[in-house]
């Protein structure tokens, strides 16, 4: 198996689309499963065990695309640095990267309390698909604007973040979910695009 020609283009768009679209499925099935399932409390975690274990086994019988080569092991040893190359890049792009992780960090660990407490929605199917708007936001807009330039995604991005982190602020102040939730769209489009932006600069 060989690489893509743009292979750099592509796997800086499945590292950025992944994560939200991964976390927007698993919070939209885990809120309709806690809601609505049997064993609020284990099905999701029974189910997913299972999951891992077919995975697991399928990577074991995947045909291996590269050939082995002595040092394995040594391989494994930690090692932190940055090329010196990717210096400048890397700087640019680290402020991007920790405000994009910093808000979708905030949103899906407090986002699902929020909307039980002040918009007053107990229904656990209501608060994964608010969570699922925000994280399918993201991947979907990667996947839009990934033939732009890093550059004006990382603008739109870091545009998007901002006012969608304003939108959640002025939400909660009137508590309105309909407004939370869009601010989640806008917040979910600025996550996609800047975590992609800076993951093409680097790449």
Known sequence: MSQPADGHRLGSLVNSVAPGAGLGIGALGTGLLVQYGPY????TFGLLAVVFAVLAAVTAVLPETVRSVPGALASLRPRVAVPSRARRPFAAALPTMMSTWALGGLMLSVGGSLVRTV???PNTAVVGIVLAVFAGTAAITGILVSPLSPARIERFGAVALAVGAGAFL?????SSLALFVAAGVVAGAGFGSAFLGSMRTLT
Do not use: S, W
């Not at 002025?170 to 009137?174: E, M, S």
């Open 170 to 174: 002025v939400a909660l102040g009137v």
């Open 40 to 43: 609020p409390t284990r099905l």
């Open 119 to 121: 918009f007053d929605r």
